[in-house]
């Protein structure tokens, strides 16, 4: 487990996570409030225009509600193949302030990029990450972790079919499964726009990459990110990345 991750979890009772501006219920869902989701929701961004944005996998609804403050033109819609998960984020939803713009659906990837009626600005995914591991006897917590429910072809795939010509879709991935989703992005379609390689702390190599891809070539934008200067210490990058959600 992610460091700060356990941080998090450690500090919120493990039922809620009480951001600024709303409150993340989680006590139905296999994945709970995590440093991943909080990174991809605060660093995504929306291709040009103010078009709709769809949150893939959308566990709690964190990112979606994470985005829905951050564009407040924008209508979001969140997709997961969870029943829990959907009725969890349904009424975390209802309790935000931005219930008027958010909807969450019952669905998989790729039914959903068959019948979607718009294309969609942005696209962000926390997808499943491990790939050809041991399954978790919690199917709920295997279909959340595990890529055999949504492979990276199948998400490219799906983001290809839904994502607006000048649209960004962002992820957040391990270090070792970048290349492999970098690898089924490019045989898409896809060019990479932006990098973030994130570490733990400033002595550790990354250990998470946020990716961002579009439909058109361009230069590759690369920063880097440290969480934490020391253990329990936030980092100043972090901080200024997340300071309009935490409390």
Not at 27 to 32: C, G, N, Q, S
Not at 77 to 102: H, K
Not at 161 to 189: H, M, Q, T, W, Y
Request: charged share 20%; glycine share 6%; with cysteine.
């Amino acid at each position: 487990m992610h460091p700060t991750t356990a941080f998090l979890q450690l500090n919120m009772a493990n039922q809620y996570f009480q951001f600024r501006r709303f409150t993340v219920c989680q006590d139905r869902t296999a994945m709970k409030v995590g440093t991943d989701g909080t990174l991809l929701g605060a660093w995504a961004e929306v291709g040009e225009g103010s078009g709709p944005i769809l949150d893939l996998g959308t566990g709690t609804g964190l990112i979606a509600l994470m985005m829905a403050q951050r564009f407040p033109d924008a209508q979001i819609t969140g997709i997961d193949i969870d029943a829990d998960a959907v009725e969890q984020a349904r009424e975390n939803v209802a309790a935000s302030p931005f219930s008027d713009r958010i909807q969450i659906f019952q669905a998989d990837a790729t039914t959903f990029a068959v019948s979607a009626a718009a294309p969609f600005s942005a696209i962000v995914c926390n997808p499943p990450f491990f790939v050809d591991a041991l399954t978790c006897p919690d199917q709920q917590r295997t279909t959340a972790r595990h890529a055999e429910t949504l492979t990276y072809s199948q998400l490219m795939a799906a983001a290809w079919r839904l994502l607006a010509d000048n649209g960004e879709l962002s992820v957040i991935i391990p270090f070792d499964c970048k290349a492999k989703l970098e690898s089924e992005a490019a045989l898409r379609g896809f060019f990479k726009s932006r990098e973030c390689a994130v570490k733990t702390t400033p002595r550790k190599p990354a250990r998470r990459f946020l990716l961002a891809f579009r439909k058109h070539p361009s230069a590759v934008e690369q920063t880097e990110g440290v969480i934490e200067t020391s253990p329990g210490q936030r980092s100043a990058w972090y901080e200024s990345l997340t300071r309009d959600f935490y409390l």
